[in-house]
């Protein structure tokens, strides 16, 4: 059988969770959360600005005779705003 610490130890079911009870253990929680919202921001930025980029390339590709000149326009200043 084990017990406790030896599920701490191993990273078990009781891991982390486990010292909920214990002081600090929500502020350590609330640091890892703000941590990964903040990961998430910037995951999204960066999404956003591949996006644009796409969209740029895509308009620079197409063949010239069919290209819109005001869609080329407007993507690049899309992502001139994104810097």
């Known amino acids: 059988m084990t017990t406790d610490d ?3 130890r191993r990273g078990g079911r009781l891991g982390r969770l486990g010292r909920l009870g214990r002081s600090g253990a929500d502020d350590d929680l ?3 959360v703000a941590e990964l919202e903040e ?3 910037e995951c999204r930025r960066l999404n956003q600005r ?3 980029v796409l969209d740029v ?3 620079i ?3 010239a005779v069919d290209r ?14 994104t810097r």
């Open 39 to 41: 990961g998430m921001a």
């Open 50 to 52: 591949l996006s644009e």
């Open 6 to 8: 030896d599920n701490r």
């Open 61 to 63: 590709l197409v063949p």
């Open 30 to 32: 609330r640091r890892r």
């Open 68 to 81: 819109d000149e005001d869609r080329l326009r407007a993507a690049l200043e899309r992502l001139d705003a």
């Open 57 to 59: 390339m895509v308009e």
